[in-house]
Nanobody, 122 residues
């Protein structure tokens, strides 16, 4: 499995960005997709996850109501729509995949993309 994250950049507080994660390898429909982030000087943390059939999603409390995770199974791509961005959302964002149930624990995701940097200016 290979993951390629894209869509990061510099945005002002209150703005929006959409991250994409292109998946290749094992069947996309068998993968739960997750997004994690790592801010400077901090540990990587869970952001959001979506089930294989899109019926279930998890969000970190810090992004609920502002971020939306989605997936297009025909395009083998997952997305993270980020609205009302805050300076504290500044981080490298990673997409990840696992072949199992929906989960928010980093250690259960064996496949990772390279990360895309999101910088939110105040």
């Amino acid at each position: 499995v290979q993951l390629q994250a894209s869509g990061g950049g510099l945005v002002q507080a209150g703005g929006s960005l959409r991250l994409s994660c292109a998946y290749s390898g094992r069947t996309f429909l068998s993968a739960v997709m997750g997004w994690f982030r790592q801010a400077p000087g901090k540990e990587r943390e869970f952001v959001a996850a979506i089930s294989r059939d899109r019926s279930s999603t998890y969000y970190a409390d810090s992004v609920k109501g502002r971020f939306t995770i989605s997936r297009d199974n025909a395009k083998s791509t997952a997305y993270l729509e980020m609205n009302s961005l805050k300076p504290e959302d500044t981080a490298v964002y990673y997409c990840a995949a696992r072949h199992g149930g929906l989960n928010y624990w980093e250690k259960y995701y064996p496949y990772w993309g390279q990360g895309t940097l999101v910088t939110v200016s105040s």
